[in-house]
């Protein structure tokens, strides 16, 4: 088993480690970009430090999945509510002629497709360690902390771990998905030193799982526990007041401890890499709907005006509302999900066990002992005109 986990890691590891001309086309994209950067924050009158950071500056991304991130670091005197904005000119300038999105963090950040690659241009002040003013400010301390402690091994141990979340749906950090950030993996590996250990870690875990690398809370435990609540706490090292793991929604984090252990007892490639769904005609979808005997509910909507990461967070909380709506009104909900394209299209999607619910419904009363409770609800219902029998006493 140990030896076609090993040729698996290190099939995957060939396909996923850049080779030096991917290398060289990136630093160079990179390079242009942080130089562009600058020259337009002085054009506009902006101070501002250029600095790239993210999976590139740290040598831990993915070959064919580059994500170029560069930060302008400019000085606190910037009110925050101008911060974005200002940054999004300097970035639409510097990014001019490319596709651009605007995205949403804390503040308004722009991501660009320049040479066919995603490069995200992300403003954040220029703090010292600790006196953070936007949560972007940790950034570059992140960026030195991984390059400084993860060794060159370590780098392509991380980079099996990214393609494995990626391969099961729980990479990344953002709204939409709710799973594990690079950093975090980043960190995962410096902790557990492997690729395997982390999963063996994940899979064996019986409890909520607890990481501080810089042993902030040793003797402070209790305190930990009132701090991060959460399932999975990774104490960030450079901000012990931070858990870096507290956008892992549950289920993610579960699929991954799933996953993990489905792994190591019967090793597959289909993890890194899952065969794509075939789409299935309306006549098919039909036949399953018909299949499992159960109610699909549809609602469907147009655009929404909100930047990607607002979109979802608000889809996801309409889509917790009109499922509880559903149960209080007695329909049994089986699974919910939503999906959008973020631009023109959003559905929510409900299967629920009946379409139409029966016309006869059971009222519980309360206890014998409850005197008043009991009058009232006599009340209520007897001769009541919907009322079809009772009210009666029943085990």
Known sequence: MQEKIKKICKTVLGRITPKKREREKIESLAEKLE?????????????????????VAKDTWLSEEPDIDIFMRVPTSIPRKSLGEICLKVARKATEGSKQIERFAEHPYLEAIVEGVRVNIVPCYDVKRGEWLSATDRTPYHTDYVKKHLSEEMRDEVRLLKKFMKGIGVYGAEIKIGGFSGYLCELLILHYKSFIDTLKAFAEAKQRLVIDIENYYRERQNELALLFPEPLVLVDPVDKGRNVASAVQPQKLYTF????????????????????????????????????????????????DAVPDVLWGQLYKTQRSLGKLLQLNDFKVLRQTVWSDEKTLNTFIFEVEQQTLPQIKKHLGPPIEKAKECENFLKKYIGNAETISGPYIED
């Open 35 to 55: 130089r562009k950067i600058i020259l337009t924050c002085k054009a506009l009158g902006l101070k501002a430090t250029v600095r790239l950071e993210g999976s």
């Open 257 to 304: 401890m799933a996953a993990s252990r489905s792994f190591l007892k019967n090793p597959n490639l289909k993890f890194f890499y899952p065969p794509e769904k075939p789409a299935i005609t309306t006549k098919e979808l039909k036949e399953e709907f018909k299949r499992r005997g159960s109610a699909i509910i549809f609602i469907t909507f147009g655009r929404v």
